[in-house]
C-alpha cells in the first residue's frame, strides 16, 4: 500500500464548514433572515358591459393595494374593446385585490390561472454576488490609501470603477 500523505483515518470534519439546520438554512443565512421570494402570476380573461367604468373600478381597486400598472394596452377592433393589464400589487394585498375584483358585480370572470415562480436560488445569489463585490471595493480602497505610486493608484481606480459599476448593477 503506498502513503500518499493522508491518513485516511484521520477526522477531516472539522475542516469542513456546517451549519446548524435548525437556526441556518443552505445559503448560511440565519431562518429568520431568510424569506421565500416567490412570484404570483394571475391571468384572468373577463368580459363587461360597462368596460369604461369597470376599468375605473379596477384602476381604483388598484390604488387602493398600492398597486400600479406596469403595461397596458387597450385595443378597440371591429367594435370589440379589450383592455390587456401588467400590474404590479405588494404581495401581501394581492389577495384583497382578487377578492375586490372578484367581487364586481358589472364583471364576468371568465377564465383565471395562477401561477408561482420561486426566485429564492437567483435572488440570494445576487444577494452573495453583491457582497462579494462589495468586500472587494473595499479591499481596493484599503489598497489606494497604501499605494505608494501613482500608476499604481491609477490601475487601482480603474478596478474601482469597474466594481462599482458592477455594484450599481444590483
Known amino acids: 500500500r503506498e502513503n500518499s500523505g493522508i491518513d ?53 381597486a388598484l390604488d387602493q393595494v398600492n398597486g400600479y400598472i406596469g403595461t397596458s394596452q387597450l385595443n378597440n377592433d371591429s367594435g370589440d374593446r379589450t383592455y390587456h393589464i401588467e400590474m404590479r400589487i405588494p404581495k401581501d394585498r394581492l389577495d384583497q385585490f382578487l377578492n375586490e375584483v372578484d367581487g364586481m358585480k358589472e364583471l364576468k370572470i371568465r377564465r383565471k390561472h395562477e401561477s408561482t415562480e420561486d426566485i429564492s436560488l437567483n435572488y440570494y ?44 448593477s444590483y
Open 8 to 60: 485516511a483515518d484521520k477526522n477531516l470534519s472539522n475542516l469542513i464548514p456546517t451549519f446548524n439546520s435548525s437556526t441556518t438554512n443552505s445559503y448560511g443565512l440565519n431562518n429568520e433572515d431568510y424569506e421565500q421570494k416567490l412570484i404570483r402570476t394571475i391571468i384572468m380573461s373577463v368580459e363587461t358591459e360597462q368596460f369604461d367604468e369597470v376599468i375605473k373600478d379596477v384602476e381604483k
Open 125 to 168: 445569489d445576487s444577494l452573495e454576488h453583491k457582497k462579494s463585490l462589495e468586500v472587494e471595493r473595499d479591499r481596493i480602497l484599503a489598497l489606494i490609501e497604501n499605494a505608494d505610486s501613482l500608476e499604481y493608484v491609477v490601475q487601482l481606480e480603474d478596478k474601482l470603477s469597474e466594481l462599482r459599476y458592477q455594484i450599481s
